[in-house]
């Protein structure tokens, strides 16, 4: 298996956090621990879940993992 920062989709989620980052700091600061922590939360969430799916050592353990 490649390296997971070689993935295209790994590429796509860091390029998707940052977009996410940039976009949250124009949104209310009344947020700042509301809405804007969740996204951000769930932006962060897709790069560890592809880490996590692709650093399976083995097939089994591959397939195991809940694909999102």
Do not use: W
């Amino acid at each position: 298996m490649a390296h997971f920062k070689e993935l295209s989709i790994c590429q796509k989620s860091v390029n998707f956090l940052t977009v996410v980052c940039k976009e949250t700091e124009s949104f209310p600061k009344n947020e700042v621990y509301g809405l804007i922590s969740q996204i951000r939360r769930a932006a962060v969430s897709i790069f560890y879940n592809i880490y996590e799916r692709n650093s399976r050592r083995s097939v089994p353990d591959y397939f195991l993992t809940p694909k999102i």
